[in-house]
């Protein structure tokens, strides 16, 4: 089976459908930097062939993408020179994931049978599957997973070892055996060891020795070799290093940092300039704002008081002149009634008895008089009580004065607007008719109309244009005082400023009414109304005809009845001259506290405003500098936009510069320490040039050859016989060398690549290596530097990768930055192993070492969107 193809789209990054086409049958390099996808290809990969579709436990919810979204995975692979398509969807909700099966343009599989198809074409991991080996995630090259992995080497193994024969025999083998122990016994123990003083032990003894002195010597070589290398490596880089090219653009780097820093400082000076300039101005002119409102409102309040000056001053002249004429028609009606007192007193002297009955017909007149104005009191009172409550009603004079005060703001607002707002004039052609209409009303010739909101200009037979003119600054002053004038009015309790006019003006009236029955009162009742009704109780009751003659009666009763006449007339003018009197001086009164009260006003007014002419002058000074204060304004605001517009970004060049300086610095400091590590190497290579340790390892070898023989034929003897005895544990040796010789056919190409004389110890129970040794020297998988191990790895999983491929079960071999220690000398001897590998496998390598991995070749692989994606 290989990938042709891979899609994806809700899965982590891939938000939006990205795609990788083009792989090809042998080595494939998807070569990225970091955070670029690779491993969640990898992980999409695993989940499409190993996770089922219902499933969304903790590795298929890591694929969703922070913004959400459910994963969608699609490959194309062929197997068994058949083309598939195959498609999973996972989704949070419980067991609605899907997957399916293509073969061609025909849905093949899908659902349950579709995963058992999957599960055909790879086995899972969890199942012995090869993918557990071959699939190897980033950072995970060793063989960590030794025991999920165990079960796929095995059988892999077993399928290719056949058949293993046993060695039988009989009572001869026996005998055979006997005799074989017997001459083992001259040479070992039965525990296996030589025997003292044996011919074994001594060649043994002797071979130990010059193998002993053999690897000393060796081990001396190598490290003279190994420092030799170094110092050569240390001489390449250090000329790396000290290029004139490299330091030039090294240089150059810090150059052009340390100008783009300074470049984008003396920017950020200018926008912390501009951001001034920019408040400064809006200062200005809030202030020149402030000043207009104040001296527009100030003026207004002075011209409102000399009309209230004016107006109080006439209505204090006529309050006056109506006070003294009352005065006088008072001291008038006071001498007619002195007149008629005297009158009746005159006859009362004359008349003592008839005076009696003449008064009792008096006090009848009199308590009728009483009555009537004890009713007006009683009239006067229930309108009194209507005006009391009318003139408790309404805004005061401060809160008309501040609903004015809004009501003013609101109109300079529209005044601003309809001055700076577009204007629409018509110019009909010489004989057309007036018919364009704005919102309805007719547009004459000639005529100019202010633009200050949308507005309908209808064409008869033509169109209907909508006409919106553009904003300005200062658009939302009008909505804003309009707002405050309502807030205002709902406060007090008024839905128009009118109605609050409306109820101030009959507070004022109420209370001004309500002091004329005061005074009226006062006349009627001077002391009180419990007052009056006793004068009424006191009255004597009528009493029967008086003594005298009818004649004297009729006579003393014309007289009475003319004398009490004109008493009562003179008493009547004389009550109505009160009441008109103190009515006028309680007008007049009125008047004059008016007057004294719109005079204290126009004081204050004056005062506040100063000299008239001045505070009209600094206001129009003020309103022809406006215009050029918004401007500044707005150039300063334009300024300040340009300036961060074009703003270089401050943090990224201080990291930039501070990045060169430290490359320079390191730059520095390496070439220090190379200085010194070469000084220490060459001391070291001139004391071992001098003790001429090759020619002596030289000689060592030869007397060890020597010896080697002669131990060799003492063990042969040894082995021959211990073959002979031991055939049955021979011929298991056997089968598991039989077993193994696949691996290590595969294998030993491969670690010759990277080691000329090395040799892997493979481990039979396992399948996995144990050991490598290299001339002399032995050294546990342990033991080995993570580099070598990683390396080991990746050939070993190389050839089960072949040897899979070989047995009709190969799967594409998938490395996820599988060489991550690897230096750059042995990493091109992995390349040539990928490559020859890669002739019948499917290889596919991510890395993000982008400029180690141009040398390996293949074909170059690429992240890319979906077209219409």
């Known amino acids: 089976m290989r990938l042709t193809s891979i899609r994806l789209q809700n899965v982590r990054r891939f938000t939006d459908p990205v795609e990788i086409n083009g792989i090809a049958p042998g080595l494939n390099l998807l070569s990225a930097p970091n955070e670029q996808g690779k491993s969640t290809i990898f992980d999409a990969l695993h989940a499409l062939f190993f996770k089922d579709a219902k499933s969304w436990d903790k590795d298929v919810r ?18 068994r020179d058949v083309d598939y398509r195959v498609a999973k969807h996972f989704t949070k909700s419980a067991g609605k994931g899907s997957v399916r099966v293509w073969q061609g343009g025909t849905l093949l599989h899908q659902a349950d049978a579709a995963e058992a198809w ?78 003292a003083n044996g011919p074994l032990a001594e060649a043994e003894t002797r071979l130990a020795e010059l193998t002993e002195r053999r690897d000393t010597l060796a081990a001396q070589v190598r490290e003279l070799r190994d420092q030799l290398d170094q110092r050569q490596a240390l001489r390449r880089e250090e000329a790396e290093l000290q290029d004139p090219d490299e330091q030039r653009a090294r240089q150059q780097r810090l150059d052009e940092a340390e100008a783009a820093l300074t470049t984008a400082e003396r920017h950020r000076e200018k926008c912390e300039q501009a951001t001034r300039g920019l ?122 004065t501040r609903l004015e005060q809004q009501a003013q703001a609101v109109a300079l607002a529209r005044h601003a607007r309809a001055a700076s707002a577009a204007t629409l004039s018509v110019r009909y052609h010489a004989g057309a008719d007036p018919v364009l209409t704005l919102d309805g009303a007719v547009l004459s010739d000639g005529a100019e109309v202010a633009l200050t909101d949308t507005a309908t200009l209808d064409v008869p037979g033509l169109a209907a244009l909508t006409v919106q003119p553009a904003r300005t ?34 507070r004022s009236e109420a209370a001004s009414r309500l002091k004329e029955a005061e005074a009226t009162q006062r006349a009627l009742a001077p002391d009180g109304r419990e007052a009056l009704v006793a004068k009424l109780d006191a009255l004597p009751a009528a009493p029967a005809d008086a003594e005298g003659t009818e004649a004297d009666r009729r006579v003393l009763e014309a007289e009475q009845a003319e004398a009490q006449q004109a008493l009562t007339q003179a008493q009547a003018t004389l009550t109505k001259a009160r009441h008109t009197q103190a009515s006028a001086q309680e007008a007049a009164q009125l008047a004059r506290a008016r007057a004294e009260a719109a005079l204290a006003e126009l004081e204050r007014t004056a005062q506040v405003l100063g000299d008239n002419a001045t505070a009209r002058a600094t206001l129009a000074e003020l309103e022809a500098d406006r215009p050029r204060l918004t401007e500044d304004v707005h150039s300063a605001q334009a300024e300040l936009e340009g300036l961060l517009a074009s703003a270089p970004d401050l943090d990224q060049a201080r990291a930039a510069a501070q990045r060169a300086r430290s490359v320079q610095a390191t730059t520095q400091a390496r070439l220090q320490d190379i200085a010194r590590d070469l000084a220490v ?15 002596e390892l030289a000689e ?4 060890l050859a020597v010896q080697e023989k002669a131990h060799a034929a003492v063990t042969f003897e040894m082995a021959t016989l ?19 010789g696949p691996l290590m056919g595969e294998l030993a190409p491969l670690l010759r690549r990277l080691w000329p004389e090395a040799e892997l110890q493979v481990d039979a129970d396992s399948v996995l290596p144990s050991q490598l040794a290299r001339g002399a020297t032995e050294e546990s998988l342990t033991q080995l530097s993570g580099g070598t191990q990683e390396q080991l790895a990746l050939l070993v999983r190389l050839a089960f990768a072949r040897l ?66």
């Open 722 to 740: 211990q073959r002979l005895d031991q055939a049955l544990e021979a011929a298991q040796d056997g089968a598991q060398a039989q077993y193994l």
């Open 700 to 703: 060592v070898q030869d007397l």
């Open 804 to 869: 899979l491929a070989q047995s009709g079960q190969g799967i594409p071999v998938i490395l996820d930055d599988a060489l991550v220690y690897t230096d750059d000398a042995r990493i091109e001897a992995l390349f040539d192993a990928l490559t020859l590998q890669a002739s019948d496998l499917q290889i596919l390598v991510f890395s993000c070492r982008q400029k180690s991995f141009r040398n390996l070749g293949g074909t170059a692989l690429a992240i890319r969107p979906v077209d219409g994606g």
């Open 62 to 79: 890591a694929l969703a993408p922070h913004a959400g979204g459910d994963p969608e995975i699609e490959v194309t692979l062929s197997h």
């Open 279 to 400: 408040d400064l101005a809006r200062v200005r002119l809030d202030q020149a704002i402030g000043r207009i409102e104040t001296l527009t409102a100030r003026l207004a309040d002075h011209a409102r008081a000399k009309d209230a000056v004016q107006t109080t001053s006439t209505a204090q002249e006529r309050a006056a002149t109506t006070a003294q004429t009352a005065t006088q028609e008072l001291q008038l009606a006071e001498n007619a009634a002195r007149a008629a007192q005297d009158r009746v007193t005159a006859a009362g002297k004359a008349v003592a008895d008839a005076l009696q009955a003449e008064n009792a017909r008096l006090s009848a007149g009199r308590r009728r008089e009483l009555t009537a104005q004890l009713a007006e009191y009683d009239k006067l009172q229930a309108a009194m009580a209507a005006d009391r409550r009318l003139a408790a009603q309404g805004p005061d004079a401060q809160c008309l």
């Open 473 to 506: 600054g200062d658009s939302d002053a009008l909505p804003q005082a309009e707002s405050a004038l309502a807030e205002a009015l709902h406060a007090a309790g008024f839905d128009t400023l009118d109605a609050a006019r409306d109820a101030h003006l009959t």
């Open 681 to 695: 190497l060459d001391s070291r290579i001139e004391t071992h040039a001098s003790h001429a340790v090759e020619e």
């Open 118 to 195: 999957l599960r055909d074409l790879i086995t899972p991991p969890k199942d012995d599957g090869p993918a557990a080996m071959l699939w190897v995630r980033q950072g995970l090259t060793d063989f960590s997973d030794a025991k999920e992995t165990l079960g796929a080497r095995r059988d892999l193994m077993s399928s290719l070892s056949g058949e293993i024969g046993a060695v039988t025999g009989g009572q001869q083998m026996e005998s055979l055996r006997r005799e074989i122990r017997a001459e083992l016994d001259r040479l070992v123990t039965k525990q296996g060891r030589a025997r």
